[in-house]
């Protein structure tokens, strides 16, 4: 399970390196309960975070994992929903054990570091400066900074071209089919993260390159 030494770590962000359900699933009942809807809860808002928050809120408004709001619905929510969570990102938004130490592993073993999310720049960049991580990296490819975001590659080659590396240079760092499918796109290594959102799939059926339970682990398997 042995990866090549990369030049440079591309990291997911919700689930990979913060654990922002709580937030998300507070706004999201905040949001049901101005519509007068029934809230979800924290169990069922996990286990539909993966694919953006469009994904999560036509789940969470028609209370069905494939489910598809009627449009004037989802806008009003949406609306709704960007405000709160906006204001409520990181009440209880936490990163996750393991993370520090790898981060701190590569800044030390000079190995530059990315996020890569579909999380819109509003939202990516106030959660990882309240966090105190948003100077880790060299660049932050978010959900608007393209026309595309992942599964499609070009996130992912964007940040490699900041670089000017190629994508056998890198490593992709994520926790779900979303990840795995814009690394293999790009033709870019891919470790996996067992705790994260994958919509109740086992990480290890997508066939990444690697998979920990901890990114405490990642300097044993490049270093």
């Known amino acids: 399970m042995a ?26 009942d905040e949001t049901l309960k101005q519509l007068g809807m029934p809230e979800c809860g924290e169990t069922r808002v996990r286990a539909w975070i993966g694919s953006g928050i469009d994904g999560l809120l036509n789940r969470a408004l028609t209370n069905d994992i494939k ?22 990102i990181c ?3 936490r990163i996750y054990a393991g993370v520090s130490e790898a981060l701190t592993f590569l800044q030390t073993s000079n190995i530059a570091m990315a996020c890569v999310t579909n999380k819109t720049a509003r939202f990516t ?23 595309v975001k992942k599964p499609r590659p070009e996130p992912l080659l964007h940040a490699l071209a900041h670089y000017s590396l190629s994508p056998a240079s890198a490593l992709m760092v994520g926790d779900s089919r979303t990840d795995v499918n814009a690394a293999r796109a ?17 990480v290890r059926e997508l066939k990444p390159d690697a998979v920990v339970d901890s990114l405490a682990e990642l300097p044993k398997l490049i270093n």
């Open 3 to 28: 990866l090549n030494k990369p030049e440079l770590v591309l990291f997911d962000l919700d689930g990979t390196l913060i654990d922002t359900a709580p937030d998300l699933a507070f706004s999201i």
């Open 67 to 88: 489910g598809k709001a009627d449009k004037d619905l989802f806008e009003r929510a949406l609306t709704i929903f960007k405000e709160i969570y906006f204001e409520n």
């Open 91 to 93: 009440r209880q938004s």
């Open 125 to 147: 960049d106030k959660i990882l400066q309240e966090l105190d991580l948003y100077d880790q990296f060299g660049i932050v490819v978010s959900g608007d900074t393209l026309s």
């Open 186 to 202: 790009a033709e870019v290594p891919v470790l996996c993260v067992t705790y994260g959102y994958n919509m109740n799939i086992d």
